[in-house]
């Protein structure tokens, strides 16, 4: 087995781990339904999932009350998808761990430099750079 197999097959493990759990949030939940942090939200309840949108400056998501930051969330959220701007990740990724999640599911284009480095420090598991959650569980956009 080659080193890219190996690392697929890693980055799948990693994958499959992450959605065992049934309570997600979504840092970077967005009222705006063209928005990806919108849609990943939306593709979490599409696969019966409970979700929580984490967004500061919404009161509510698809109908859902929005916690305003990490230290709101409650106890028992398996996995955090971020569709954030890099900075706002980064700062993000401290605040998970603080907060005692374990698991990110970083979508593309919220990556910082060092990413990997820093979440490996902390414990978490963080996919990044690789495929979309709405592409994984197979999103509908209706």
């Known amino acids: 087995m080659g080193l890219d197999q190996n690392v697929e097959m890693e980055a799948q493990a990693m ?8 309570t997600f949030a979504v840092a970077g939940a967005s009222t ?3 928005k990806y942090g919108n849609k990943v939200f939306r593709c979490y309840q599409q696969a019966g999932k409970v979700v929580i949108p984490l967004n500061p400056r ?8 929005c916690v305003k930051d990490m230290t709101e969330l409650p106890a028992g959220v398996h996995g ?3 569709i954030t701007p ?8 401290e605040e998970a761990a603080l907060a005692g999640v ?4 970083v979508q593309p284009g919220a990556e910082f430099e060092g990413i990997s480095e820093r979440c490996e420090e902390l414990g978490i598991s963080c996919i990044w ?9 197979g999103f509908r956009d209706a």
Do not use: M, Q
Request: with cysteine; net charge negative.
């Open 15 to 22: 994958i499959d781990e992450f959605l065992l759990g049934d």
């Open 32 to 34: 705006d339904r063209e």
């Open 58 to 65: 919404a009161d509510e998501v698809e109908g859902v009350t």
């Open 80 to 82: 955090l998808s971020v």
């Open 86 to 93: 890099p900075r706002v990740t980064e700062s993000l990724v």
């Open 102 to 105: 374990k698991r990110l599911w």
């Open 129 to 137: 750079g690789g495929p979309c959650l709405l592409v994984v569980l």
